[in-house]
DNA sequence: ACTGCTAACTGGTCTGACCAAGTGGCACGG
DNA sequence: CCGTGCCACTTGGTCAGACCAGTTAGCAGT
């Protein structure tokens, strides 16, 4: 097994960690001494130690010690490494919706096209029950609905790049997805009016199979969210 | 804003990332020339490249040069058995041209917005290249010069998501392309013209930073040589 | 007991050196 | 002519020792 000492030193101290041995909220040793008794100098010791940093094991301040942090939380953030990390990024947020006003202006385009008569029922069944409760929810069952909503309506356009796409889509970037939603209801206290309206035209047109107007709306839909995104 | 030196640099690094100037597949400087251009030490620049490695934005080998990643790759392990066999494949070609058909809209639509004047020269550049052969190439060479011109537009539009799906689009479905191609010049035993003119409506609408006709134009070009599979 | 200074920590950055792993070019031999 | 192998050069990885910059604990003076 050849590795990089730096990754040899990460791994063992992650191995501390699950072992009990380095508990939550305990301190680990300074740099120096660390780098003391392992024999390694201190730049290979900061390499391991900044790499535990970024995958969230510990935390890391100028002048202080370093703690380390809640086991379980590097993996309610972590859905996928790296990609966790661009949730928070309106940048890249605004790049997400921007790709799903794409992908669902096709979708809903296709699947007024080609969904089945029982697809087109499964989706009303879908649409009325997302309209009767509505309430009641927390952010982030919204969140799982809207998706389960749009994901019906990909899965109708038996389109299978499409619906690849979209299912990767949504579960990888499920988090960025979740974060403009948060953001909005932060901004504005509620969910704004205009996603409930927008929806009840993408259902209409779908059903109605007026592929252009769906995808207009699925289209216009995703715009709107992501307009909260600049103010 | 207190910060620390690689901290900031990290950042500096990611929106190079984000808007377009590092596009992924390209090599990252290498840490010494970075120190030296940066004005910082090279500890502090290997700090910011160790958690760029560490989030997956790039790919750094010992001895070689680091790479950065696309970060839509670990998830478009899609059917790839098998997708040299769909390249013959009319239904697959179909759908790969709706995809194309949304993607290169959308690419251009952005490129006409947010290209910067370099990319709008050198994508002028490429265009009268075309022009100027045209005649005496094979049908790989077509094919690829079709691509590349595409690509371009695609890097032109500043939009990370868009960039990372049409690098592996297009090359993953290269042979689905390219039958295409084939296929039209099969049949009508020479390069309709259409898509000379089409490639002019494009060219001229990115330069003049008409981002809906850019769209249009795109999104019609590709449909056009979709039309010719049907029938 | 409170306050405030200081000294001894901590992590952050710098320098310049050397090791180790790829890369590319060039001369040699087929 | 092409392939092959060597070698110099570039890349990242590690090291040592120094100094800067926050943090903190303890001690002195009130």
Not at 19 to 48: D, H, N, W, Y
Not at 163 to 188: D, E, H, M, W
Not at 196 to 215: D, F, K, L, V
């Amino acid at each position: 097994m050849d590795k990089s000492l730096s990754e040899s030193l990460l791994q063992q101290l992650k191995e501390s960690f699950f072992s009990g041995e380095l508990l939550p909220g305990t301190e680990l040793v300074s740099q120096r001494r660390m780098s003391e008794s392992k024999g390694l100098s201190r730049s290979t010791v900061r390499e391991a130690i900044g790499q535990l940093e970024a995958e969230g094991y510990v935390e890391v301040r100028h002048g202080g010690k370093t703690r380390v942090k809640n086991l379980l939380e590097p993996y309610f953030n972590m859905p996928i490494e790296g990609v966790s990390a661009l949730g928070d990024n309106v940048d890249f947020q605004r790049q997400v919706m921007d790709v799903r006003a794409m992908l669902e202006g096709e979708a809903a385009f296709y699947a007024a096209t080609r969904a089945t008569d029982a697809q087109l029922q499964a989706l009303d069944a879908e649409y009325q029950r997302m309209q009767k409760r509505g309430q009641g929810e927390t952010t982030l069952e919204k969140a799982k609905d809207d998706l389960r909503f749009h994901m019906m309506i990909a899965e109708s356009s038996h389109h299978l790049l499409i619906i690849c796409f979209s299912q990767l889509f949504y579960t990888r970037f499920f988090n960025a997805i979740y974060g403009v939603l948060t953001r909005t209801l932060q901004k504005y206290g509620r969910y704004p009016d205009g996603i409930r309206s927008q929806h009840g035209a993408i259902h209409q047109a779908i059903m109605a199979r007026e592929a252009e107007n769906a995808r207009t709306a699925a289209t216009e839909h995703i715009l709107y969210t992501r307009r909260h995104l600049d103010e």
